[in-house]
Structure formats: structure tokens, C-alpha cells
């Protein structure tokens, strides 16, 4: 079992990079899927991207491909979100999610696929 929590979040301008962070407990980080999702007012939980558990496999939705980077410290139990280029779009609540995957897949998108979820930390980006 892990808890994610996530930091990093804050207030940028349009065109501006922000990079979060991801540290869950637990001593067995490396057998995890991580995650990345965001949320914004009034909307759906959407997927942002994922990373297998080797950091060998990552996966984004169209919208970030680019523009966010996904990677991973197994060392630390810490996966990161590089985001360059921010969009008043872009700006949500960002949650870090956790799934139990031995098979080093990252075509993890959907919300019901993982099994813990951090707090979120909240990204504003102004025009």
C-alpha cells in the first residue's frame, strides 16, 4: 500500500512551467503505476499521464503530449510532473494517483484503474 502527496502547485503566467511532485510512503514504490490527473471547477477528473512502475513506459493525454513530461525516482518514491508552456487550460486540481502494476504497462488512463489517490494540489495559470 502507498499514500501519495503531492506538492509544487502555485499561481504562473500563460507560457510558464511549473514541475509538481509526487512522494508516497511505502516500500514497495517501485511495484506502482503512477499517475497524474487534474480536475477543474465544474468538470470531470481527466487523465494527465502515467508512467510505468521501470519509468521505462509513459502515456499523456493529447492535450499535455510535449508540453508535460512525467518521470520517476524510485530511490525517493517520487514521481514528478514537468509542465512547460502552462495554458489558463491547464489550470485544475492536480492529483496524484497509485495502482499496483508488476507488468511495466503505462496505458492507465481512466480514474477507476487506480487505487490510491493523493489530496491534490491546485495549479492557476492567468492569461
Known amino acids: 500500500q502507498v499514500q501519495p502527496v503531492e506538492s509544487g502547485g502555485g499561481l504562473v503566467q500563460a507560457g510558464e512551467s511549473l514541475s509538481l511532485s509526487c512522494k508516497a510512503s511505502?516500500?514497495?514504490?517501485?511495484?506502482?503505476?503512477m499517475g497524474w490527473f487534474r480536475q477543474a471547477p465544474g468538470k470531470e477528473r481527466e487523465f494527465v499521464a502515467a508512467i510505468s512502475w521501470s519509468g521505462g513506459c509513459t502515456y499523456y493525454v493529447d492535450s499535455v503530449n510535449g508540453r508535460f513530461t512525467i518521470s520517476r525516482d524510485n530511490a525517493k518514491n517520487t514521481v514528478y510532473l514537468q509542465m512547460n508552456n502552462l495554458q489558463p487550460g491547464d489550470t485544475a486540481v492536480y492529483y496524484c494517483?497509485?495502482?499496483?502494476?508488476?507488468?511495466?504497462?503505462?496505458?492507465?488512463?481512466?480514474?477507476?484503474?487506480?487505487?490510491?489517490w493523493g489530496q491534490g494540489t491546485q495549479v492557476t495559470v492567468s492569461s
Open positions: 511505502g516500500r514497495t514504490f517501485s511495484s506502482y503505476a
Open positions: 494517483a497509485a495502482v499496483r502494476n508488476p507488468y511495466d504497462s503505462c496505458i492507465l488512463g481512466r480514474v477507476d484503474q487506480y487505487n490510491y
